[in-house]
């Protein structure tokens, strides 16, 4: 149980971390891309601890897959309730400029400060585990230089791994956008937890281009153009189908709508027409 307290400690740490940055950033609104550099560095800082647990507290801590799977489903609905709309994916980020709800220097700015926040919560991590505070910790500080890919698949396999499963959680997040935040963000968080259990044993379903940076990227096992090919194009692609689905056309590409057609619900009533032809 030392081990998991500590890890407890440790993502303590890091959500009080960020909500004090959040907290400053009220006085300085014009900064707002800083929302999302604190969301990613929470995501990654936080499942990078949660893959610790999973790698080696199942066997060297005696920690079950039930413990694993509901640490990681807490540090998800924690951060959706703490970060709010700053979500910490690149993809949602493309996403809001494909709708035309943000413009291309937003976009920009919010993608880089969530891969800047990706890379500064995998360093905490490292920081962290070279700290040996427990014996989970040591081994894991062990493991850094040689650490597990998340990609068990072929790239072709894992390209279709991560667009079907983005498909789904962006079909779902637009049918949910509009609804309380109460019903939202719980769905969300079962959502991400249940699709990255589901496959696990392909590429972990990240949908997420800077979380997957943050925790797999620098493992050995495939170059970073083919890490880029399942974990970039891969999320990237499923979000923008996922648009074109939902929408019936992507508004920053096409104007007309390409799937669904616009006639109005509503018949003009036969009264009216004859009393336009008495006229």
Known sequence: MSGLNASVGYLVAAVTFV???RFLLKKWPRFSFISEFTSSFMLVACWLEVQ????????AGGLGPDVTLTILFVVLLTHGIICGDASGNPTLAVQKFLKLEATTVTTLLDVAAQFIGAHLGLLAAKYYWSLELTDMHMIKNLMVSECSTSLLVSVVQGFFTEFACALVLHLIHLNLCRRSALIRVPLIAVLLTFLSHSAKGYTSAYMNPSLAYGLTFHCSGFTFAEYA???????LTGMTLAVLLYMGHIPRIFAKNLLYSQKTRFRVPKTDKAEKKKQ
Do not use: A, Q
């Not at 610790?52 to 066997?59: H, K, R």
């Not at 090919?229 to 999320?235: A, D, M, P, T």
């Open 19 to 21: 909500v004090s940055v």
């Open 52 to 59: 610790t647990i999973v790698e080696v507290g199942e066997w």
């Open 229 to 235: 090919v399942v974990y970039w194009l891969g999320s």
